[in-house]
């Protein structure tokens, strides 16, 4: 088995084998989940793309079946494309999706499953009449894609959009109809920002306004509602979201701080997430956001290992009404059901300068989660809640530096002498006499190896006044890590390619690089069980 070998992840949904990209039409139908997904069946770099599909009873094991669609008519030859999946009145179960054509025109389709009645969603039918939708004259015609679930308003039309751009512009294309064939484009876009270039994968939405984690129907609105706009911004390649306001009369959106308007504010995560899509589970009665994690590791490496990227474990989404200004975003309950032995540590004093094995900690799968007590809090300064979304101090190498209060955290994927580490940890900054929360996650230790992208990431963390604890909650899986910060409200994933601290060679360890002692209140760290994902032909 070579290094390569121990990168592929246990418990995140991946292919068998070669490219995977966006998360496609994600539902919940007659006891199953399905996940559809872009996928490149001949080789691990994208090319010319089909849907792939997985099934699951529990989000978390998957069982893979037959590709759903290939680029097989004229206005899908050249890739089947980004699409939504929109359960009708009658329960028709509807995808719409885009197509790139034999003459690279971006256009919208239509297909329906062969079988409503087959609980596995096998085939699919591609409607006789596609494309039901061709790029307005005002767009380029590669510049027209991956339209939205659609809701129905009380004026009985459905509505979805498409993402486009418009002189430099990010704009969301809004359309309406009442039979999901004839589809008008409205007199107005339904969100524009001016300079963002390109929306790719537009996701629109409805959360509670009372903070309330259960999830609602895309076809929700009203004044208990606020509505979540997403977009993944192709220049950037980072995906941002917009809290506003839904008038289902006039049906216009309007974000609750334009200084926060998409692609100037929040991100779901502040790593590596893209091209991400919500459903609501009437199961679980929940929304639940699916999001693309690309390699950072080079393409031949890609080929060597055979596959390429993995999807981020899906995570319930709700509405801050802490903050009143951001989402939550946190694993699905599911995931618990993999944690196995236990590990902890409680009430230890880090010292400035302090590096602490957690005893017995080797391995590569874990769900971590990890308190300590805030040090500003304590110290009673003031708490500036603001959302920087770029942080330098985040930058190559800090988790070694020193503050008063920080850096402090864990080193995840460490190798016994901590020549390959990868570090998640807090900072305090303090400007004007006011101090900011950073989340850092560091990278630039994280492999020995070259050619490998170890950029770091950061985040200002909203911590309230009465939160006198900081929490982390770090998923390690092989080849990435995924930290949820103050209970979800800040998200960063990272992809590391260790090639010393892989499998039992890997450790986990506490430190606390500031000068101030800091006060870990708890360490729970549970190794997490590896989920066989077989194709479905293979257990029949
Ligand atoms: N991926 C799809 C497009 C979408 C892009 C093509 C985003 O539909 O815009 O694979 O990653």
């Keep these: 088995m070579s290094a390569l070998d121990s990168l592929r992840t ?111 969603l096998r085939k699919w039918n591609k409607y006789v009449g596609n494309p039901v939708l061709l790029p307005p004259t005002e767009v380029q015609p590669t510049d027209f894609r991956d339209p939205t679930t659609a809701w129905l308003g009380a004026d009985g039309l459905w509505r979805m959009c498409i993402g486009s751009k418009l002189e430099g512009n990010g704009i969301a294309i809004l359309y309406s109809t009442s039979d999901f064939i004839n589809w008008k484009i409205d007199n107005h876009y339904l969100h524009e920002v001016e300079g963002t270039g390109m929306w790719e994968c537009l996701d629109f939405y409805p959360v509670l306004k009372n903070g309330s984690p259960i999830g609602i129907s895309t076809s929700r609105y009203g004044a208990h509602v606020k509505h979540v706009l997403k977009a993944s911004m192709d220049d950037s390649k980072l995906d941002f979201y917009v809290i506003g306001t839904y008038d289902h009369q006039s049906h216009t959106f309007t974000p609750d701080d334009r200084s926060v308007d998409l692609g100037r504010g929040h991100r779901y995560d502040y790593g590596k997430f893209y091209a991400s899509k919500s459903f609501y589970d009437d199961k679980g009665e929940r929304r639940i956001l699916w999001g693309w994690i690309n390699e950072s590791d080079s393409m031949q490496n890609d080929i060597r290992k055979g596959w390429a990227s993995v999807q981020a474990l899906p995570r319930q989404v709700w509405f801050d009404a802490d903050t009143e200004s951001n989402l939550i975003q946190w694993p699905v309950e599911e995931v618990l059901d993999l944690r196995r032995s236990k590990y902890s540590l409680e009430n230890m004093v880090l010292q400035g300068g302090t590096v602490v094995e957690v005893t017995g900690s080797s391995g590569s799968q874990w769900d971590i989660e990890v308190t300590f007590e805030n040090p500003i809090s304590i110290g009673n300064a003031e708490h500036n809640i603001s959302d920087i979304n770029q942080l330098s101090f985040c930058g190559e190498g800090n988790a070694s530096g020193k503050g008063l209060y920080g850096p402090f955290g864990l080193l995840v994927l460490a190798s016994e002498g901590l020549e390959e580490q990868t570090a998640i940890y807090f900072f305090f900054t303090k400007s004007n006499g006011t101090w900011t929360t950073l989340v850092c996650s560091d990278q630039s230790r994280s492999s020995l190896a070259i050619n490998v992208d170890k950029t770091s990431y950061g985040s200002v963390v909203p911590v309230l006044k009465k939160e006198k604890l900081l929490s982390l909650r770090v998923i390690v899986d092989h080849s990435i890590v995924e930290t949820f910060v103050q209970g979800g409200r800040v998200c960063i994933t990272s992809r590391v390619y260790p090639t010393l601290a892989l499998d039992n060679a890997a450790r986990l360890f506490v430190f606390n690089n500031g000068t101030m002692p800091i006060a870990l209140k708890s360490l729970d760290a549970w190794k997490v069980s590896k989920v066989d994902m077989h194709a479905y032909a293979t257990v029949q």
């Design 10 to 120: 246990a418990f995140h949904f991946q292919p068998e084998s070669n490219w995977m990209n966006d998360p496609n039409a994600p539902l919940y139908h007659n006891g199953l989940y399905h996940l559809f997904f872009q996928y490149n069946p001949n080789n691990a770099f994208w090319g010319l793309i089909s849907w792939g599909h997985a099934i699951s009873s529990d989000l978390v094991h998957w069982l893979y079946v037959e590709l759903a669609m290939q680029p097989d008519q004229w206005y899908d030859s050249q890739g089947v494309w980004t699409g939504s999946a929109t359960f009708l009145e009658d329960g028709t179960l509807a995808v719409l999706y885009t197509g790139f054509t034999n003459e690279s025109v971006q256009v919208q389709n239509l297909a329906f499953p062969a079988d409503p009645y087959d609980p596995l």
